[in-house]
């Protein structure tokens, strides 16, 4: 069913023809009956999609639009923006990849039926896939029973569900059987009994882990205890008893009636106030009740001071000072999914074509890709990278989880369960649906700001995954003085990133590993050396990687990966891992040499996590004691300590590349073109690309927005520097269009008269964005006869149209003579010449620059006698 109220604009209609945005432009002038805007802006108007597809269909330039542009211009032309449309798409699509039969049945009637019936089925399937966080009145993602902090089925204090229960950690004071604060409902009891003595109360009064008879803790012989049983207001009580979080007029835990209420509503009494049940010191401390060892040990969630404590005395400035965090997702509502009916049964079409999973990954690509701006990316590579250091995890957490691309690329596990934080609504609610469809891991995402409204405080992950914001100044500074989480010192309002390592410690258990992409100033900045300086000497700091230009935005930055690990001892003689990649960096804009960074950085890690040190490798890496490090700057970047690359023969190198620049030089001198005979202006009959394209001359193809990861990719940077193909495509199902020697690429970008025909060397590429495939057919025109030609600058200025911040070349209009088959191949062979020229040239020119920075740095270093 076409969505008569889509709405596209004339760079979709342009992708739906396959034309440049100047010729829909024509169109609007040319024709009369072209479809009127029907929104949009004077200057960027929109357009209903069905009439655009009619339109079109009728003129003879579309047969029909593919499904997958059909779905993403249904999409890109909600009514309510993309970004909800997305994750309405993505929530069926979950409903279609668990249930499928769920969907049929919805989908069977009209479109007021199907939303109609889909909230109930997509709150049955986030539910248990995408889990809760403590929100709110305990209630999880549509679930009004999911419990504080608990999973899918968690009450909150009637059935048995404990506050943090979705961490999995040991039930600790339960009563008659029932889940215990941190505790999951099916896990017995810790410390239980009847006759505890009480800790921090009254005479009269039992104490905490207490029994049934329990009485409060840090309260009167009257007040409502703490995880007390059957018989007292408490907390995790039986089901007849008000919990945590009840309506307003339930009763609280250590009230004080003139402080607000903490997840509670206006006129509920507070939870936790100072002084606190959780403090620091903290009452579960290992002299413990009854002289055993502490329930609240190593294994527990609050066995460090928690964000949730304040020392007393001190303000009350800690992270659920704010309001409590919000779920990443909720079940979207009959009313709201209505609009979205048409776009959903595409989708569900799509997805019978190449799965639920692949479909999202293909809208959401294209999405991030049609908004580079809006949005940062961590590459797949570099993602992939990041979890291999981190190394296998049940438990993993991502603070900043953008678009989830770091959760993504962690190995699954039975069990494992992913949790996610971000600031952005729309990106949590992505980030949730791309991992609940990409693995079986449980997914547990929230949103809110991490740094002052940390959603998991009492989680600790096996591994933390953050590629945080950089450079930011209104982190919270002056709000999180007193934070616990800054173990190893406050960080200055200049040192977010510090913020957002220390946070990654916090919640770490002992022994796991930490692995953030960090600015490069992170590690030299004066402002933060004190807290280098305790990273290095409590061994909280493993390594610090040195990234190549290109790794991941800002890509003119050599950006670093810092590894980190909770420390459970502190070594005897630390040392710190160092390993510098830049000489990995990619001459174009493909980036780097991802195989070999990988192997590298992975090669030197597992060599130190090993032998707590690694041999010196030049140039690359090596480990370095802490000592050595810890002077007045407390510099942690790599090239500052690694000794230079082994120069051994470097004369003789130099000697090398010397003689191949002298056969360079002899063959550019031999292709020199010979001297230009004049000839009288030629009047050749003109025909244009598109002309050659409509009657069958030629095939004409634009570069996709997606494909298989592993197939290297010709960019237009490629193709303007005559290079090898250098780039990657974000991964999708999206069939890639493949290059075949004798094709002519041409960029579209950048104003530039440049075509390039394509090789056995290059051939099998897929071509990339701002590209345009031109296949000739050689019975008709010869390749090397259309690149010539195309390569002309009057050609390429017609053709061209300007806007303020680049210029766009129309393909279609370019130029061509009609010259029989015969006389094309004569211009062909100049033509060859030409280009063989003209890589010769560049060759030189690379082997010179060579030589040259060679010679400077054998002189300087030694290595090359002056004379």
């Known amino acids: 069913m076409q969505d008569n109220a889509t709405e596209v604009t004339a760079a979709g209609i342009a992708r739906l023809a396959g034309v440049g945005r100047a010729a829909v432009s024509n169109w609007r002038r040319r024709h009369a009956d072209f479809p009127k805007p029907v929104g949009g802006t004077e200057t960027s108007p929109s357009f209903a999609l069905a009439e655009v597809e009619a339109w079109l269909r009728k003129q003879g330039k579309l047969a029909e639009v593919p499904l997958r542009e059909r779905v993403w211009q249904q999409l890109a032309g909600h009514p309510e923006g993309p970004l909800t449309a997305l994750v309405h798409t993505g ?32 709150e049955k399937v986030l539910t248990p896939r995408v889990g809760g966080v403590r929100g ?70 039992s104490g905490v882990n207490s029994g049934s008879v329990a009485s409060s803790v840090n309260s009167g012989a009257a007040s409502p205890g ?52 959780h403090n620091d010191p903290a009452v579960h401390n290992p002299a413990s009740v009854g002289g055993e060892s502490a329930a609240h040990n190593a294994s527990t969630v609050h066995n460090r001071p928690t964000v949730h404590s304040t020392s007393p005395g001190t303000p009350a400035t800690a ?12 079940p979207p509502t009959g009313p709201q999914l209505l609009p979205s009916a048409p776009l959903l049964r595409g989708a569900a079409e799509l997805a019978a074509e190449i799965g639920a999973r692949q479909t999202f990954e293909f809208l959401l690509g294209r999405h991030l890709d049609a908004n580079p701006r809006q949005y940062t990316l961590t590459p797949a590579e570099l993602a992939g990278l990041m979890a291999d250091l981190a190394g296998p995890a049940r438990t993993v957490l991502d603070p900043a989880c953008g678009t989830g691309a770091l959760l993504r690329a962690v190995d699954p596990r039975p069990g ?114 004190r807290i280098r300086a305790d990273l290095l000497r409590r061994g909280a700091l493993r390594a610090v990687v040195a990234l190549p230009v290109g790794a991941a935005p800002p890509y003119n930055i050599p950006l670093h990966l810092w590894v980190l690990r909770r420390p459970d001892r502190t070594p005897a003689a630390p040392e710190v891992l160092l390993v510098d990649t830049g000489r990995f960096a990619g001459e174009a804009r493909g980036g780097p040499d991802w195989e070999a960074v990988r192997e590298a950085v992975l090669d030197a890690w597992r060599a130190f996590a090993r032998e707590g040190r690694l041999a010196e490798r030049p140039g690359l890496a090596r480990s370095v004691p802490v000592i050595e490090l810890l002077d007045d700057d407390v510099d942690l970047a790599p090239a500052r300590h690694l000794p230079p690359a082994a120069v051994a023969d470097g004369a003789e190198q130099l000697t090398q590349v010397r003689e191949r620049l002298g056969e360079t030089l002899r063959l550019t001198a031999d292709l020199t073109p010979p001297p230009a005979d004049p000839a009288p202006p030629a009047r050749w009959p003109l025909t244009t690309v598109g002309e050659l394209a409509r009657g069958g001359a030629l095939v004409m193809r634009t570069g996709g927005n997606g494909g298989h990861a592993r197939v290297p990719v010709l960019t237009d940077h490629d193709v303007l520097a005559g290079t090898a193909p250098s780039g990657t495509l974000p991964e999708s199902e999206e069939e890639a269009v493949l290059t075949e020697p004798g094709d002519v690429v041409v960029p579209v970008l950048g104003g530039g008269a440049m075509a390039r025909v394509i090789d056995g060397a290059t051939g099998g590429a897929a071509l990339g964005r701002n590209l345009v495939l031109l296949r000739p057919d050689r019975t008709a025109l010869d390749p090397w006869f259309l690149a010539g030609f195309l390569r002309g600058t009057a050609n390429n200025r017609q053709a061209s149209s300007y806007a303020s911040t680049a210029t766009r070349l129309d393909v279609r209009r370019l130029h061509l003579p009609r010259l029989p088959l015969e006389e094309q191949l004569r211009y062909g062979a100049r033509f060859r010449a030409l280009d063989e020229f003209e890589r010769a040239l560049r060759h030189t020119s690379r082997l010179g620059e060579q030589l040259v920075r060679g010679m400077y740095d054998g002189l300087t270093d030694g290595t090359v006698a002056p004379d």
């Open 416 to 529: 494992q369960e992913l949790y996610a934080q971000d600031n952005a609504p729309e990106l949590a609610a992505l980030s949730a649906l791309r991992l609940a469809l990409h693995s079986r891991a449980t997914v547990r995402a929230a949103v809110g700001d991490t740094l002052r409204a940390d959603a998991h405080p009492g989680l600790l992950a096996d591994a933390v995954l953050c590629h945080p914001p950089f450079n930011e100044r209104n982190w919270g500074h002056d709000e999180l003085a007193y934070d616990p989480r800054w173990e190893y010192g406050f960080p200055a309002r200049t040192e977010s990133e510090l913020a957002w390592v220390q946070h990654a410690l916090a919640r770490l258990t002992d022994g796991g590993t930490a692995v953030l992409l960090m600015p490069p100033a992170a590690a030299s900045r004066r402002s933060g050396r």
């Open 91 to 122: 929530c069926v699509l979950l409903l279609i990849h668990e249930r499928p039969t769920v969907w049929l049945d919805a989908s069977a009637g009209s479109d007021a039926r199907l939303a109609a019936m889909l909230p109930g089925a997509l």
């Open 226 to 277: 703490v995880n007390s049983g059957s018989v007292a207001p408490g907390v995790n009580s039986s089901a007849a008893v008000p919990g945590v979080d009840p309506d307003p007029t339930a009763l609280g835990v250590n009230p004080a009636p003139t402080v607000p209420a903490v997840n509670s509503s206006p006129t509920a009494s507070t939870v936790n106030t100072p002084p606190t049940v």
């Open 319 to 330: 992270i659920t000072a704010g309001s409590p965090p919000t779920p990443a997702l909720t």
């Open 136 to 205: 709110r009145g305990g209630a999880g993602v549509g679930g009004a029973r999911a419990g504080v902090g608990a999973g899918a089925d968690a009450g909150v204090a009637g059935a048995g569900g404990g506050v943090n229960a979705a961490y999995g950690r040991p039930a600790v004071s339960g009563a008659f059987g029932q889940a215990g604060v941190n505790g999951p409902s099916n896990q017995p009891a810790v410390n239980t009994g009847s006759a505890s003595p009480g800790v921090n109360s009254g005479p009269e009064t």
